[in-house]
């Protein structure tokens, strides 16, 4: 996968690691991302750690449909948390090994939320609200301005211009 970092991969498990106090590998290479997220059983820990209580049931069993049961329980917690649904991945993404870049798009994501659950946090902060009031006056003043971003071209046309050769029919 060439969008596949394993930089951000590390961060991702480093701060699992922090979060969840379990004792994982945190190299993030493919092959260890994939087998220390494949069961769904750290992520489910994970979600618990940030809010105790929000997956009732881990699955432990290595059992194909128990994992994914994991993997959706997690996924699921993630969306409640606040992470946008074009950040999260499919449950085959991760257990079929297909997108492991977007298991860690939805972990970043994730661990930007995770000031919001007084946990240490990944990557830049959220940004706030910028709310402006504007008054009418204000509103009106800038109705007046002519905006140079349509351009002016002088009257100028485009005739005469020719590129390369011409077209022989």
């Given amino acids: 996968n060439s ?18 106090a379990e004792p994982i590998n945190t190299s993030g290479d493919t092959d ?5 997220l494949k069961d769904g059983v750290i992520l489910c820990k994970l979600a618990n750690s940030l809010q105790p209580g929000s997956i009732k049931k881990i699955n432990e069993s290595k059992m194909a449909f ?3 049961e994991n993997i959706s329980a997690f996924l699921e917690c993630a969306k ?24 860690v798009i939805c972990l970043q994501s994730l661990g930007r939320k995770a000031s919001n ?10 940004a706030d609200k910028n709310v402006r009031n504007f008054s009418d006056e204000q509103l009106r003043a800038g109705a007046n301005v002519i905006s140079l971003q349509y351009g002016s071209n002088k009257g100028a046309t485009q005739s005469g211009i020719n590129f390369g050769n011409t077209r022989h029919m």
């Fill in 3 to 20: 969008k596949y970092s394993e930089e951000l991969a590390q961060e991702s498990l480093e701060w699992i690691k922090a979060v969840t």
């Fill in 117 to 126: 659950f007084n946990k240490p946090s990944i990557g830049p902060k959220e």
């Fill in 80 to 103: 409640n948390f606040g992470v946008p649904t074009q950040e999260t991945f499919q449950s085959v993404d991760l257990w079929e090994r297909q997108n492991l870049n977007s298991v």
């Fill in 32 to 36: 260890n991302f994939f087998e220390v």
């Fill in 66 to 68: 128990k994992c994914m």
